[in-house]
Every structure is written in C-alpha cells, then in structure tokens.
T-cell receptor, first 112, second 117 residues
Framework: DQQVKQNSPSLSVQEGRISILNCDYT??????FLWYKKYPAEGPTFLIS?????DKNEDGRFTVFLNKSAKHLSLHIVPSQPGDSAVYFC???????????FGKGTTLSVSS | ETGVTQTPRHLVMGMTNKKSLKCEQH?????MYWYKQSAKKPLELMFV???????ENNSVPSRFSPECPNSSHLFLHLHTLQPEDSALYLC????????????????FGNGTRLTVT
C-alpha cells in the first residue's frame, strides 16, 4: 500500500501562472517532507522541505504547505517558468525510519 | 568531482551475466542508499547503509547484492537478473544524524539505466 500518493500524474501550466502540485500521505508518523525535481536522464534534485512542526516553508518561487490534519502537502511554484518543466516527487520520512518514501511523481509542463 | 557519481550510466546485460554498479559520493556523508525506479512506479528503496553497516534490506531478491567498503563508495552486484529487473537504479547519500539533526535531504546520482535481455 502506497504511503505517499501523488494522484495527478501530470499538470500543464502557462508561463507566469501558479503551479500547484499535491501530495497525500497515510502514515501519521511521518514528520519530515521533501519535494524533489527530476529532469530526464538525471537523478532527482532536492528542492524544498518542511518539518511537521511548521505549516509553511518558502524558498524563492517555491512554497510548500503542510496540512497535518488532512495528511496533505502541496508545492506552489509562482511564477512558473518553462525551466520548471520536470517530474516532481513528494517524499516523506520519520525519525524512526531509515530512508525516504517517495510518491510516483507528477510531470509538470510549463508552456511559454 | 562533486556530488554523487554513478557508473556506468547505461548497462545492457544478459540474464546469465554478472555485473556491478558503482556509486561514489564526494559530500562527506555517512549514509548511502540504493533506490530502484521502474516505469510508472514510485522510487523503491532497496538498501541503506549507515556508517558502512547495512541497516535496511527492503525485501530485495538475493540476485542483488550490495557492498559498502567505506562511507564514500557503494556497489550493487548483479547476477542472474530477470528482464523485469530492467529499471533506473539510483544511488543517494545523506548525512544521517541523531537528535535534532536526524533529518537531512538525500542527494542522488544520475542513475544507471539497466536493461536485462
């Protein structure tokens, strides 16, 4: 059973608009969440993270929101740029765990 | 070189072959990981090494054999693989801490694209 779910396989957005990528999780022990970005033929690159003691973390154009009661997090990219086109993976872990658990990814396409 | 380096980038092997994937990290991290990425599936954790000791073996078949000779190097030895083992194999490293420093992002290599014929 998937513990981290990204239910939208793809998202298309126009340049300059906001991109919102969603992620749901089932394990209430998760307390650290990350987003990774992956271009073809490259490994995933760490983008932004959030600890469960926070509900928002911002880094430039990227903001991650965490709703613990709903077991839901989202990544907002604003404004979106064509270079943001990639696969975005949501990942989670807990202190007692040994590694990250990933979702299946959402392919973001930003058109100019 | 910086970051996490994986070789080879591409590998084609027959089911009776024996090959090895290599990973090297230049980040001074103390934990290393093997993940498998198959089409339309999440990244699946295979093995975790912390301070050169294997701390997790995620129900991986014995035809995959990891080796971690030191904190900078990680290998995945392959033998008698099946076509369904064809996937992207990703190595990662992190600075696994304790207490307030327990969480840190994983840094990934670019992967080895494995095809088993």
């Amino acid at each position: 059973d998937q513990q981290v779910k990204q239910n939208s396989p793809s998202l298309s957005v126009q340049e300059g608009r906001i991109s919102i990528l969603n992620c749901d999780y089932t394990n209430s022990m998760f307390d650290y969440f990350l987003w990774y970005k992956k271009y073809p033929a490259e490994g995933p690159t760490f983008l932004i993270s959030i600890s469960s003691i926070k509900d928002k973390n911002e880094d430039g154009r990227f903001t991650v929101f965490l709703n613990k009661s709903a077991k839901h997090l989202s990544l907002h990219i604003v404004p979106s740029q064509p270079g943001d086109s990639a696969v975005y993976f949501c990942a989670a872990m807990h202190e007692a765990g040994t590694a990250l658990i990933f979702g299946k990814g959402t392919t973001l396409s930003v058109s100019s | 070189e910086t970051g996490v380096t994986q070789t080879p980038r591409h590998l084609v092997m027959g089911m009776t072959n024996k090959k090895s994937l290599k990973c090297e990290q230049h980040l001074g991290h103390n934990a290393m990981y093997w993940y498998k990425q198959s089409a339309k599936k999440p990244l699946e954790l295979m093995f975790v090494y912390s301070l050169e000791e294997r701390v997790e073996n995620n129900s991986v078949p014995s035809r995959f054999s990891p080796e971690c000779p030191n904190s900078s190097h990680l290998f995945l030895h392959l033998h008698t693989l099946q076509p369904e083992d064809s996937a992207l194999y990703l190595c990662a490293s992190s600075q696994a801490g304790v207490g307030e420093e327990w969480n840190s992002p994983l840094h990934f290599g670019n992967g080895t694209r494995l095809t088993v014929t």
